[in-house]
């Protein structure tokens, strides 16, 4: 007789998952849905609203409790992220950086002067960003060229980051800077930085295609003073903090972009079978039930490798190759998925009235931020070939 445990589908979700994820859903539904237009065209997302999500519990989700957060699990964010994007994929970015990247940072990486000093205050109310990308360095990241200069306790920060997520609602910036040029990789460096730092500017706003209430920003420093204490981790090992939590954090733009094929899905099934041509809902051609049910098969593919990586992330085991499948794939299952509603919204998915034209711009991001499908494509094949 076999008597191992088995392990249920990824898809069984536990108890207390099943209660995150209808509480979630129920506020997405509720608080987000009536702002994702005006969101969309205002190019931002309302501070009452990121104070709300807060009070929901989604903005400290792997914080221990100690610290004020949820002391949930990865695959909690997970949730959240994708039940966020269904509705609005740039409010599920707000979220998915703050947790998968910042929180996640500051709890691996942080001595426990930075933990008590960040954690409560990114569990509690602050907003966090993550700067490692520059207007030279983006898939090449490591080539990046902010500098930091020792000088007595502080280190002196000179440079410019771009394309920074959550930067103007942001109070907390984990910054990636070189201490030694020369030492390549092994001289960058994360430091915490704080808006109000002297030095410190946030610059201008991206105007963009898509996920448009996300905020995407310059970041300046001029001689920008950070004390030693605020240094993530090890100087010179900020390489492998940028390395590890982007690994992690690929997981969460899956979940945004299953959350987005979701979303679209649910608009494309209930216009459907409302639209009348030929005498009948569109929905009763096979053609369209056909192009329907690919979408769901797609979708349904996506979301196991999503949960899957999440899932191994949160066992302890090794996930690099899984959460490379996993971005690459539900970036590209979300492009599908809201290009096929947009097709069977027919005249009306090409217009701001109906909701499918906003996700099939916010779609392409996915294939873009937290390394590109390429830079997956590499991780994979560098696994599978050496
Ligand atoms: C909306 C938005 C939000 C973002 N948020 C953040 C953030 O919060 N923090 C942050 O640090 N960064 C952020 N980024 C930056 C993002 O991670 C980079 O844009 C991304 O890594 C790609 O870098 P790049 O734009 O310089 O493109 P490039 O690296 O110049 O790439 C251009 C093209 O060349 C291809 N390419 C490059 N190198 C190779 C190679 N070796 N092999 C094959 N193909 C290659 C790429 O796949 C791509 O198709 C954000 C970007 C956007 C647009």
């Given at each position: ?11 069984v ?9 209808d ?7 509720r ?28 903005m ?8 004020g ?11 959240a ?8 994929p740039s ?21 426990d ?48 980051k ?7 609602e ?9 201490i ?13 930085v704080e ?5 410190f ?12 209430a ?51 899905l ?7 079978k ?34 899957n ?21 539900s970036?590209e ?23 499918v ?20 494509l ?7 070939l050496?």
């Amino acid at each position: 007789m076999d008597t191992m445990e088995h392990t249920p589908a990824l898809t069984v979700l536990a108890e207390d998952e099943v209660l995150f994820r209808d509480s979630v859903r129920e506020f997405a539904e509720r608080r987000i849905r009536p702002l994702v237009r005006e969101m969309d065209e205002q190019a931002k997302i309302p501070r009452d609203l990121v104070n709300d999500l807060f009070d929901l519990g989604v903005m400290g989700i792997e914080i221990p409790e100690a610290y004020g957060g949820a002391g949930a699990r990865f695959f909690h964010a997970v949730i959240a992220v994708e039940e966020l994007s269904r509705v609005d994929p740039s409010v599920g970015v707000l979220v998915d950086v703050q947790n998968t990247l910042v929180a996640n940072a500051v709890l691996r990486w942080g001595n426990d002067d930075v933990k008590r000093r960040y954690l409560t205050k990114l569990a509690s109310s602050t907003v966090g960003a993550y700067a490692l990308s520059e207007a030279g360095s983006g898939s090449d990241a490591f080539a990046l060229t902010t500098r930091a200069r020792e000088q007595g306790d502080d280190y002196v920060l000179t440079g410019r980051k771009l394309w920074i997520t959550n930067g103007n609602e942001a109070d907390v910036f984990l910054v990636f800077a070189t201490i030694n040029p020369e030492a390549g990789y092994r001289g960058i460096t994360a430091f915490v930085v704080e808006r109000g730092f002297p030095g410190f500017t946030v610059g201008k706003k991206e105007d963009k295609l898509g996920i448009r209430a996300s905020s995407t920003c310059e970041l300046i420093f001029d001689e920008c003073r950070v004390p030693k204490a605020n240094v993530l981790g090890e100087a010179g090992k900020g390489y492998k903090t940028a390395i590890e939590t982007l690994n992690e954090g690929r997981i969460g733009i899956g979940a945004q972009m299953i959350g987005l094929a979701a979303g679209a899905l649910d608009h494309t099934i209930r216009y459907t079978k409302e639209r009348k041509q030929f005498g009948k809902a569109i929905a009763e051609f096979q053609a369209v039930q056909h192009q329907i049910a690919r979408a769901a098969v797609d979708l349904e593919a996506a979301r196991l490798t999503v949960y899957n990586a999440a899932r191994l992330r949160d066992a302890g085991r090794p996930f690099l190759t899984e959460a490379a499948i996993c971005k690459i794939f539900s970036s590209e299952v979300a492009e599908r998925v809201s290009s096929l509603a947009v097709n069977l919204f027919g005249g009306n998915g090409f217009v701001k009235e109906y909701p499918v034209e906003k996700l099939f711009r916010d779609a392409k991001i996915g294939q873009i931020y937290e390394g590109t499908s390429n830079l997956q494509l590499q991780t994979i094949a560098k696994q599978l070939l050496g």
